[in-house]
Protein backbone atom coordinates (compact mmCIF):
# COMPACT_ATOMS: atom_id res chain seq x y z
CA UNK A 1 0.00 0.00 0.00
CA UNK A 2 2.83 2.72 0.81
CA UNK A 3 4.46 2.06 -2.61
CA UNK A 4 1.27 2.50 -4.45
CA UNK A 5 0.25 5.65 -1.90
CA UNK A 6 3.66 7.25 -3.11
CA UNK A 7 2.61 8.81 -5.88
CA UNK A 8 0.50 11.69 -7.85
CA UNK A 9 -3.58 11.53 -8.43
CA UNK A 10 -5.80 13.46 -10.66
CA UNK A 11 -9.45 14.21 -11.11
CA UNK A 12 -8.36 15.12 -14.62
CA UNK A 13 -10.85 12.72 -16.15
CA UNK A 14 -13.96 13.25 -13.78
CA UNK A 15 -13.29 17.14 -14.48
CA UNK A 16 -13.25 16.45 -18.38
CA UNK A 17 -16.72 14.57 -18.22
CA UNK A 18 -18.21 16.52 -15.67
CA UNK A 19 -17.83 20.78 -15.06
CA UNK A 20 -18.91 20.40 -11.72
CA UNK A 21 -15.51 18.87 -10.30
CA UNK A 22 -12.27 20.70 -10.92
CA UNK A 23 -8.77 19.25 -11.89
CA UNK A 24 -7.09 18.46 -8.64
CA UNK A 25 -4.00 16.78 -7.87
CA UNK A 26 -2.94 15.17 -5.06
CA UNK A 27 0.72 14.81 -4.39
CA UNK A 28 1.75 12.11 -2.09
CA UNK A 29 5.71 11.98 -0.99
CA UNK A 30 7.25 9.81 1.21
CA UNK A 31 9.35 11.17 4.03
CA UNK A 32 10.98 9.24 7.07
CA UNK A 33 12.03 6.36 5.44
CA UNK A 34 14.30 4.92 7.87
CA UNK A 35 11.51 5.49 10.77
CA UNK A 36 10.48 2.15 12.11
CA UNK A 37 7.05 3.28 13.23
CA UNK A 38 5.09 2.69 10.02
CA UNK A 39 5.27 5.08 6.74
CA UNK A 40 5.23 9.33 7.00
CA UNK A 41 4.08 11.17 3.43
CA UNK A 42 4.11 14.62 2.88
CA UNK A 43 0.54 15.52 1.14
CA UNK A 44 -0.17 18.57 -1.16
CA UNK A 45 -3.70 19.42 -2.78
CA UNK A 46 -3.68 21.86 -5.76
CA UNK A 47 -5.77 23.01 -8.71
CA UNK A 48 -3.71 21.70 -11.91
CA UNK A 49 -3.71 25.51 -13.26
CA UNK A 50 -1.95 26.35 -10.12
CA UNK A 51 0.16 23.59 -8.82
CA UNK A 52 2.81 25.78 -7.48
CA UNK A 53 0.15 27.18 -4.74
CA UNK A 54 -1.25 24.55 -2.88
CA UNK A 55 -4.45 25.00 -0.92
CA UNK A 56 -3.96 21.92 1.39
CA UNK A 57 -0.38 20.30 2.99
CA UNK A 58 -0.27 17.96 5.73
CA UNK A 59 1.48 14.91 7.22
CA UNK A 60 -0.06 11.08 6.80
CA UNK A 61 1.40 8.55 8.74
CA UNK A 62 0.31 5.02 8.07
CA UNK A 63 0.55 1.97 10.31
CA UNK A 64 -0.18 -1.81 9.66
CA UNK A 65 -1.88 -2.66 12.82
CA UNK A 66 -2.20 -6.20 11.66
CA UNK A 67 -2.07 -8.07 8.49
CA UNK A 68 -5.99 -6.95 8.11
CA UNK A 69 -5.32 -3.45 9.45
CA UNK A 70 -4.48 -0.26 7.85
CA UNK A 71 -4.20 2.89 10.17
CA UNK A 72 -4.30 6.35 8.84
CA UNK A 73 -3.71 9.37 10.55
CA UNK A 74 -3.20 13.34 9.10
CA UNK A 75 -1.74 15.67 10.74
CA UNK A 76 -2.80 19.38 9.08
CA UNK A 77 -0.11 22.19 9.31
CA UNK A 78 -0.34 25.64 10.79
CA UNK A 79 2.21 27.07 9.11
CA UNK A 80 3.22 25.95 5.61
CA UNK A 81 5.15 29.27 4.87
CA UNK A 82 8.56 26.73 5.21
CA UNK A 83 7.16 24.22 3.19
CA UNK A 84 8.58 24.14 -0.60
CA UNK A 85 5.53 23.10 -2.90
CA UNK A 86 6.56 19.76 -4.27
CA UNK A 87 6.07 20.55 -7.61
CA UNK A 88 7.95 23.92 -7.84
Not at 12 to 31: C, K, P, W
Not at 40 to 57: G, L, M, N, R
Request: hydrophobic share 30%.
Amino acid sequence: MHNWINSCFSSEEQSAVNSSYFNIELEMTRIFPKLKTGYWFYVEQAVKISTDKPYQQELCHLEELDQNTLKSSLYSMNDTTAMCPLRS
